[in-house]
């Protein structure tokens, strides 16, 4: 195991620049008020016209089906991180959309899977508690995927067909990325065979990316909320404190930069986040685990170029969310298999 970190390790990045086995819900242990944003939620006493309506909306699929582009097209902004790779979502993100007569609180969670590893299992437990805290469930799928390998997208989908259904919750399909499919009748057979697996699933082609179907499916998703009050004041827009938002917006960077040469052991953990009360000017202190040796050289890059792209992707955009001047320090250490290690995944949020 290597803790240390050394010269090359570090990045530091402000305005003025560079310096050197699938798991199977448990009902009988889960408790819905433990869902993120739950603690914190709860029907505000402000007056709202007759007929209001608040409640949870689970975002489903498997792994890469755009449900974090469509959280954040749903929001009208970036609250999930968004990257071509699958499976980067691995908690779950709440975003909140407040509209004049609703106000409709997402959970974007973790890809559905079958893959082993302790992490993966605690991802799919995540992924199936959204579904019970919910009070509409929307599964998003990957339909550029199902009509290029139309028997494995059937394979994929029906395997989550049983749980779906017996949840006995409101269930929506989001058909997404259907502006790639061409010709477009290709879609026609496969959302038949969608229909015959899903009964009384409501469909929806849409584009996330392109933000385009999405009324309809919003429609679909209010039709079946509860008449409530508000759950969260209408100014904000996630539960997801900065702390995360950062950690995600960093990985997400790092996921991009290094491509297909990092796999999925990699995590960001924020250990100092510091507001000076007179600049206002914010300090953040990021370490990046990676899970060998040889990951570590990939992420940092050759005279640290990978690692520097990043931290200043990432301190630019949280510069453009707060609104402040922002400070970024990156270290990268080398935990060594930490996507096993129990007490590593609870001190990431992970377990």
């Known amino acids: 195991m290597n803790d240390d970190t050394y010269p090359n390790d570090e990045y530091s990045e402000d305005e003025d620049g560079f310096s050197p086995d699938d798991l199977e819900f448990d009902p009988e242990n889960f408790d819905p008020e433990a869902l993120p944003g739950r603690e914190i939620a709860m029907p505000l006493d402000i007056e709202v016209p007759e007929g209001f309506r608040a409640g949870w909306v689970a975002l489903l699929g498997p792994p890469n089906a755009g449900k974090s582009t469509l959280l954040n097209a749903l929001v009208g902004q970036k609250v999930a991180i968004v990257t071509s790779k699958p499976q980067t979502t691995r908690t779950q993100v709440t975003g909140i959309l407040s509209r004049e007569m609703e106000q409709l609180v997402f959970f974007d969670t973790p890809g559905l899977h079958n893959r082993g590893g302790k992490m993966n299992r605690a991802l799919l437990q995540s992924a199936w508690q959204a579904l019970s ?109 900065m702390r995360f938002m950062a950690s995600e917006l960093l990985r997400e960077k790092l996921f991009d930069a290094t491509r297909q040469e990092v796999p999925y052991s990699l995590a960001v953990d924020i250990e100092e986040w510091f507001e000076d009360p007179d600049t206002g000017r914010i300090s953040i202190s990021a370490v990046v685990y990676v899970a060998r040796q040889a990951h570590k050289r990939i992420v940092i890059g050759k005279d640290g170029r990978v690692l520097k792209e990043a931290a200043t992707k990432t301190r630019h955009e949280l510069m453009d969310m707060l609104g402040r001047k922002v400070h970024l320090e990156v270290w990268v250490k080398v935990k060594e298999n930490w996507p096993e290690n129990p007490a590593m995944l609870r001190q990431l949020g992970l377990g």
């Open 133 to 241: 805290g919910a009070d509409v469930v929307v599964l998003v799928l990957d339909m550029a995927f199902a009509a290029s390998r139309t028997a494995a997208f059937m394979d994929e989908v029906r395997d989550l067909a049983e749980p779906l259904l017996e949840s006995d919750r409101p269930l929506l399909l989001a058909l997404n990325k259907v502006d790639i499919v061409k010709p477009k009748d290709a879609l026609l057979p496969i959302m038949e065979e969608l229909a015959d697996a899903f009964p009384g699933a409501s469909l929806y082609p849409i584009s996330a990316l392109r933000t385009e179907g999405l009324p309809p499916l919003l429609d679909g998703m209010i039709e079946h909320l509860p008449e409530s009050p508000p759950l969260f004041p209408p100014d904000q827009v996630s539960t997801a404190p």
